[in-house]
């Protein structure tokens, strides 16, 4: 008996193939006529997000912005803070002044904006006031007077004391000399002998001269020792009287200048009326008095160490401004580019002192982007952030706690870190971090703290609804990038082109990309090839010019794949029938660039228990959503054909010559129907190719890139020439991401290639076989002369012949005679 005839499935129209924007529709002859839009399209939702985490103040509700790439994050967000209209926050300076009580922790002073500048050069101007007047007050009468009446009186106890020592020596022929210890005289004890002073190491020459007695030289020494002690307590109360005058000259000088210090001071305390800032000037009196030498003129404002290097005394006395924003009226919004840690956190820079070390101090400490937007919005490339060292870790704690500590990474990139640690910084910045969902998910899911600093998820889509509001808007983004670029005008047709692009490019008639980045390198290309062959407008010509020319550009890799077809490296059939063989479609590439080809599929059956071989699997090769779609088609026989009869078939399953990673269920259609045609015995068409994926219900679901796969199998039969009987089928569901082009929609009109679409593996199977699938009779089997039909038949045979197989035990081993012996006498 023959197999019972499919009935005729009915095809896809040409009006279902794509979508075709009419250039008359838009309203303009060309973009000269376009007014440019000046707001952000297709990002609704991101909008109102950004919004909510702008205008909210509360801690932790920063922004975290996520969107596939060429959606316009980074370059649309500035343009949406600017939009949004934040109230602007009151702007401080920040400057970082010396610690006169600890070095080492530099004290940081807060102006309002614009009067960090000015308290620097009021600073600077009244330390060199004093500079110039503290030497004039230390040389008027009054002070030289009251100076030299304090020398006068010194002078006189300083010689009352050394008198009332000297007569006391006399009395006992002694005098008060002085002797040189190398270059430095000391006061010494000489005897009188014979009214001649003599130094006490001569006595034993006197002694053997016979000026004098030994006996009187035993006195004499006795006597000059006791002097000695007296002597040292002479020198003490000199040297206390002494202390006591310099005590007396520097209070003198303090009083004298403490007068004018506190005056020029305490204006400056009147204009910056900040507790800070007048602790500061009382540290800073304080420090002038302390160093009256450098003030006087005694001492120079800057000389040079031991060690080689520069030391300028007046530097204690600068002001280091970290942040001026003198010039800002508006919050602050900073791009960060490039978001190491010093450029968001700040640093302290160092500087050699000469032999091999470093140094630092408070002029040195530098503010980043992180200060920089202090009161306004910082925003950052989340990438980019986590690949830098420390970045992460430092920002999270800056967020939660809500200061700045400018810390020295010295110890990255330096031998010894510098100990200068700079007084905290509050600091009430917006961060707004760009990133991808998957970085969001991974932070979210482990970073413990995550989600306390970024409460708000502002999410930019991918693609917008196709209405008439959305195509006027295209339209206006285009001629926004004309203008802004200096472009060639574009044509209505040539709008309607790039229009019908970016609805290809979102994968869906209703939807037009929100991947502007596309649309605006088409649109700069065709340009290009306009400009090229010298013309003044674009046309529809040069867009779809521009487009294929950025295919081709990619394209090595596909035309390498379609030069094996052609040879017959790379086997695939576009004619002819055979059994358990079938063209699967498979899209290579991602991102901006894909392309489809067709891939052989191959099935073979034999005796077993129900099993499916999933030869990629087994060689590693396959992917687990593939995997499970070979799960899925093993569930799907045992609901059809397993109720009856045990399946006893074992199959395997090839991607014939292919040999990198396989994922994905979109072959899963195709895998079924070759298992079909293995197990009845009836051949598929090789004309056709098929994809879509399938559940075990044998329902047909929709695959991705369904464009690209009816493309590339079109490209190989017509490389091959096209016999009328070619043709593709899809997903039913698939049929509205239809974009196909024009070349094969005009080759449908004309009945040279087909394209199905599908909701069940009935219907696929009907096409690919001309076979009908066949009904499920009250009986519980299904027609006879139908794929199904034959599929039961061929397994009902297969149980046949294995159920003896499992019938039969395997038989035990024989008992082992036992053989007696006679034990021998």
Not at 188 to 201: C, M, R, T
Request: hydrophobic content about 35%; proline content about 3%; overall charge positive.
């Amino acid at each position: 008996m023959t197999n019972l005839r499919a009935p005729k499935h009915k095809e896809l129209k040409p009006e279902d193939l794509k979508w075709k924007c009419n250039p008359d529709e838009l309203g303009f002859e060309s973009t000269s006529n376009v007014k440019p839009i000046d707001g952000i399209v297709g990002q609704e939702r991101a909008v109102k997000a950004l919004k909510l985490g702008v205008d909210l103040r509360s801690p932790g509700y920063n922004i975290f912005l996520t969107g596939l790439s060429g959606t316009g994050k980074a370059t649309t967000v500035k343009k949406m803070l600017q939009e949004l209209s934040p109230d602007s926050q009151a702007l401080n300076d920040y400057a970082y002044v010396n610690n006169f009580n600890d070095s080492d922790k530099p004290m940081l002073l807060v102006f309002s904006a614009g009067k960090a500048k000015t308290f620097k050069n009021d600073l600077a101007s009244s330390i060199k006031f004093l500079q110039e007047n503290i030497p004039q007050v230390l040389e008027n009468e009054n002070f030289v007077l009251q100076k030299k009446q304090l020398i006068s009186h010194y002078n006189d106890q300083q010689q009352n004391i050394k008198n009332t020592f000297e007569e006391k020596l006399r009395k006992d022929n002694f005098t008060l000399g002085q002797v040189k210890v190398g270059e430095v005289p000391r006061p010494e004890i000489f005897a009188l002998i014979e009214d001649k002073p003599v130094f006490i190491g001569q006595l034993d020459e006197l002694v053997l001269a016979k000026k004098i007695t030994k006996q009187k030289a035993k006195q004499i020494t006795k006597k000059y020792t006791d002097f000695q002690d007296e002597l040292q307590s002479v020198f003490k109360q000199s040297m206390q009287l002494s202390q006591e005058f310099q005590e007396k000259i520097i209070s003198l000088e303090i009083n004298s200048v403490k007068d004018i210090i506190e005056a020029t001071l305490t204006e400056l305390k009147s204009k910056y009326q900040s507790k800070k800032v007048t602790g500061y000037l009382d540290q800073v009196a304080q420090s002038i008095l302390d160093n009256l030498d450098i003030f006087k003129g005694q001492r120079p404002s800057t000389e040079e160490s031991g060690e080689g290097y520069i030391i300028d005394y007046m530097k204690d006395y600068e002001v280091n401004i970290i942040l001026d924003n003198s010039n800002k009226k508006e919050s602050p919004v900073v791009i960060e580019t490039t978001p190491n840690y010093s450029n968001l956190f700040g640093m302290i820079e160092k500087y050699s002192d000469g032999r091999g070390g470093w140094l630092a101090d408070f002029t040195r400490i530098k503010s980043g982007s992180l200060l920089k937007a202090n009161g306004g919005y910082l925003v950052i490339n989340a990438a980019d952030a986590f690949n830098e060292p420390g970045v992460w870790k430092t920002l999270k704690r800056v967020l939660m706690y809500g200061k700045l500590e400018i810390q020295d990474m010295a110890n990255v990139y330096h031998f010894s870190p510098s100990i200068l640690k700079p007084e905290a910084i509050n600091v009430d910045t917006k961060i707004l971090l760009i990133g991808s969902n998957y970085i969001y998910s991974v932070l979210s899911g482990y970073e413990e703290d995550f989600k306390k600093i970024f409460k708000v998820k502002a999410e930019f889509d991918y693609e917008m609804k196709r209405t008439d509001k959305s195509i006027v808007e295209y339209s206006k983004i285009i001629k926004k990038l004309i203008d802004a670029e200096s472009l060639l005008e574009f044509s209505s047709g040539a709008i309607a082109a790039i229009i019908e692009y970016g609805s290809r490019y979102a994968g869906e008639k209703n939807k037009l990309t929100a991947r502007f980045s596309y649309i605006a390198d088409l649109v700069r290309e065709s340009c290009f090839w306009a400009r090229d062959v010298g013309e003044e407008l674009v046309t529809e010509y040069s867009v779809h010019h521009a487009y294929n020319a950025a295919r081709e550009r990619h394209g090595l890799y596909e035309s390498k794949v379609n030069e094996m077809i052609k040879e017959g490296s790379m086997l695939i059939d576009t004619d002819g029938a055979r059994v358990g063989q079938i063209n699967g479609l498979a899209v290579y590439g991602n991102g901006h660039y894909s392309f489809g080809k067709p891939t052989r599929i191959t099935a073979t059956v034999s005796l077993g228990t129900g099993n499916i071989i999933n030869v990629e699997r087994e060689a590693g090769l396959s992917g687990s959503s593939h995997n499970k779609g070979v799960l899925v088609i093993t569930g799907y026989f045992r609901e059809n054909f397993g109720r009856k009869i045990p399946l006893s078939f074992q199959a395997s399953l090839v991607f014939e010559q292919g040999y990198g990673k396989i994922d994905g269920d979109s072959a899963s259609i195709t895998e079924v129907c070759a298992l079909l045609s293995c197990i009845s015995n009836i051949p598929i068409k090789q004309s056709l190719a098929i994809t879509g994926s399938v559940n075990q219900k044998g329902d047909i679901q929709p695959i991705g890139g369904v464009n690209e796969k009816v493309e590339g199998f079109y490209e190989i039969c017509k490389a091959r020439g096209l016999t009328k009987k070619q043709g593709v089928i899809i997903p039913k569901q698939n049929v509205k991401d239809l974009m196909l082009k024009d070349e094969i929609v005009e080759a449908v009109k004309n009945k040279e290639f087909h394209i199905y679409s599908v909701s069940k593996v009935e219907e696929a199977v009907e096409i690919l076989t001309g076979v009908r699938a066949g009904k499920l009779l009250t009986t519980g089997w299904h027609q006879t002369n139908t794929v199904f039909g034959a599929v039961e038949k061929t397994l009902r045979e297969m149980r046949a012949k294995m159920k003896p197989v499992m019938n039969k035990t395997p038989s035990a081993p024989p008992k082992k005679k036992s053989v007696k012996t006679k034990k021998k006498k």
